[in-house]
């Protein structure tokens, strides 16, 4: 422990001992433990070195460069299922086959709490106002139901390997179990957390307290997902399981295609190592990351760093030529992790992020909540391993919208994003598939088709004819 307190000390962290006589034995033992269990993963003096590093790579990319040569991705690794659907049916099946191999597996990403949404519980807990008032984490478990049942022949069982974070990992547990794992069996899921990084001040020189026995830490970003996947072991449970494919999204997507047999068939169709979903930007200047190739590698590039003229470019087609939408929803194959996993994890660079944290100053012994910026959070970027995946080796699928895509990041009744907009995107694609499938829907009238009936949009034919003329029907299985 005293080891653990000297390396801090040469790292110039003597603020983190100021208080240290004042400091119960106990208490003191505490403040060591702590520190010692982040100096255990990095030392201190490395990881004020990698903030040095993000705020120099933070200045480097804050402006337009005119040298990077940004280019939408050639048509060998990009491809749209809007308004051509010729290839839909083949990838499918390809994707089925997998499925029912037991070769697909699906890691969520659910580390956030509801906080913006007015609510303490994991984000995944959330009900957006369904009539049926399923939460999100309900949604997307019964649509893993269904995909298992479209194969049933093989008696197949879908890994979910859940990513949480040290403030959402029990009480989503808990939710899971009081809700008897709404029908999957337990041993299908596993939950896993993602790191934390500590906060800095905003010369980045000096951690921040969160009080006189911890440091401030905040999670690592999405990025830390291949640090996370690394450090539990899932790798070697994916041997075990005999997983060769993995389908990534995000929590707060009510639309996302849980194991996606289209995709997972793209990819796999097209030997892709890694592959990602699109949507088409709304407009030139919709503020959405642009999945492109920046020197000839695959990237995610943020609107703020092309130009307006760039952002306007349009095709022979009248299309945007950059017009792919980041929705981090991504394919791996579990030979690119098991053989790049390990240098992802060393080389991936931090961003910044310039936050109001709450602070215990250990010379005055106050603590603090600021109204402005007041320190750096450091975190990863999911996407920055693209450049890495030879650009024959990537590849990206473009989606339609409407019947994949609906974020929920607002609270309630804000302009966009919102549980408002999501439950009506969950409301109209289900109406939708009832009418494709000859159900007489009355107008404006939104029914919810439960997805343990339907993946998407197929086992409705017994719906033909049938009228519905009153909101807030819901069809379950």
């Known amino acids: 422990m005293t ?65 990077v040569n940004v280019q939408p991705l050639p048509h060998t690794s990009y491809e749209s299922l809007i308004g051509n659907g010729d290839n839909e049916d083949e990838y499918r099946q390809v994707g089925l086959e997998a499925i029912g191999k037991g070769e697909v597996a699906v890691i969520l990403m659910a580390g956030g709490q509801g906080t913006r949404l007015g609510s303490s519980q994991p984000k995944g807990c959330y009900d957006i106002g369904l009539p049926s008032k399923k939460s999100l984490f309900q949604i997307q478990a019964e649509k893993l139901i269904r995909l298992q049942e479209m194969v049933e022949a093989n008696k197949v069982e879908i890994p ?17 179990e009081e809700h008897q794992y709404f029908g999957l069996r337990k041993e299908q899921i596993t939950f896993f957390n993602q790191g934390t990084l500590p906060a800095f001040d905003l010369t980045g020189e000096h951690f921040l307290m969160k009080d006189p026995v911890s440091l401030t830490e905040s999670p690592d970003g999405n990025g830390g997902l291949y640090r996370a996947i690394k450090e539990n072991g899932l790798i070697e449970d994916f041997d075990k399981r005999g997983v060769k494919h993995v389908y990534m999204y995000c929590v707060d997507n009510v639309l996302s295609k849980m194991a996606d047999p289209v995709f997972i068939g793209f990819a796999i169709k097209h030997g892709f190592e890694l592959a990602t979903k699109a949507v088409r930007k709304r407009d030139a200047h919709e503020s959405v990351g642009l999945i492109a190739t920046k020197n000839s590698k695959p990237c995610v590039i943020e609107y703020s760093e092309i130009s307006n003229e760039l952002a306007e470019a349009e095709d022979e087609e009248g299309l945007l030529k950059l017009r792919a939408g980041n929705i981090v929803n991504h394919y791996y194959l579990v030979d690119l ?71 929920l990041k607002n609270g309630p009744g804000s302009n966009n994003d919102n549980p408002e907009t999501s439950r009506l995107a969950y409301l109209h ?28 949009g197929e086992n409705l034919s017994q719906f033909k004819g049938q009228v519905f003329d009153k909101n807030g029907t819901t069809l379950e299985k």
């Not at 269990?37 to 460069?65: M, R, T, W, Y």
């Not at 979910?160 to 899971?176: D, H, K, L, Q, V």
Request: hydrophobic share 35%; with cysteine.
């Open 3 to 67: 080891d653990t307190k000297q390396l801090f000390i040469e790292a110039d962290q003597t603020q983190l001992f100021q208080n240290w006589d004042g400091l119960s034995p106990e208490d003191q033992q505490i403040l060591l433990s702590n520190l010692e269990k982040i100096s255990s993963k990095k030392a201190p003096a490395k990881l004020l070195e990698d903030c040095q590093h993000a705020i120099e790579f933070s200045q480097a990319n804050s402006s337009k460069d005119a040298d």
């Open 160 to 176: 979910w390997y859940i990513m949480t974070s040290g403030p959402t990992r029990a009480a989503t547990e808990a939710y899971f």
């Open 337 to 407: 992790l098991k053989r790049d996993l390990g240098q992802w994890c060393e080389t991936m660079p931090y961003h910044i992020a310039k936050k109001k944290i709450p602070a215990y100053d250990s010379t005055t012994g106050k603590y603090s909540k600021p109204t402005e910026p007041n320190g750096i959070k450091l975190e990863q970027f999911i996407f920055d391993v693209f450049e890495t995946v030879p650009l024959d080796k990537f590849g990206c699928l473009e989606v339609d919208r409407s019947k994949e895509f609906s974020p």
């Open 429 to 456: 694609l289900g109406t939708s598939w009832l009418k494709d499938a000859g159900a007489i829907v009355k107008d404006g009238v939104l029914v919810e088709v439960s997805n343990k009936l339907s993946y998407a």
